[in-house]
């Protein structure tokens, strides 16, 4: 049994939405609903009357309520007795930052940083872009870094978040360099030929954008997928092997089209999609606390957005 049932139990009871509280856990509905049925197994009694509009609990699902806000409190308790006890990191800023950026973005950010606000202490919890939202959403980290794009904006509530620009990323498609300088693979493409194409995975956030690049194209594409997964980096590493073309975040390529090992794959300005890199927090009214180094930084990165 996971805690995050319990929460979403906890959420269903509160609002009878189904749909509703997928939307505030930041699931899809029928991952919600399979969330529930696997609580509902464990307990070994069904917690929800599927029958009624809007949804009701079940005398057992009263019951059961009842007991899931006493462990869920208890848990809370417990860990903020925890890390009352952790002293010596009190002045570490956690962040929950997607893999991607996490490799590319993140580190030149706090060296500049070093640089004009500072040292910063750090720790950084690599994720899909998925798990790191709800790093957030629970209270697990103090910022939140991830993309942003007018297409797949992030399901979080401007009530309760609040965010800032660090900048923007530009994705666009790169292939290895062939002894005269051009890339292996290109795009549109030649007629008749399919181009070798290294993909994301089904329901990774920047495969979504590669699909609205290919979507907008004014043209079909003749992509043939040979390799998918859902890090750039392992894209990457694909693409310098000459495996075939890969769409790239600019800043995760910079060494490699210095060195000439990587080029692009395309006419400059083409096949690309421009995306905001954004910091998120929970706003101080909504969080229960925070920390004096998360609010100096938080408003350093305010200050300087303004300059």
Known sequence: METKWLEDF??????RSFSRSAQLRHVTQPAFSRRIQALEGWVGLDLVDRSSYPTRLTPAGETFLAQALEILGSLQ???NMMRGHRSAGQDMI???VPHTLAFTFFPHWVTSLRKSFGAVKSRLIALNVHDAV???AEGSCDLLIAYHHASQPLQLNPERYEMLSLGQETLAPYAKAGPDGQPMFRLPGRQGERVPFLSYASGAY??????LIIKRSPMPLSLESIYE???AEGLKAMALEGHGLAFLPASSVKKELRAKRLVLAAPAGSFEVTMDVRVYRERPEAAKHVRPGVQALWDYLRETRHA
């Open 10 to 15: 906890v959420s269903l009871a509160e609002t």
């Open 77 to 79: 308790a417990t860990r």
């Open 94 to 96: 956690e962040f929950a």
């Open 134 to 136: 709800m790093r957030l």
């Open 206 to 211: 920047l495969g979504r954008l590669v699909d």
């Open 229 to 231: 997964t859902d890090m």
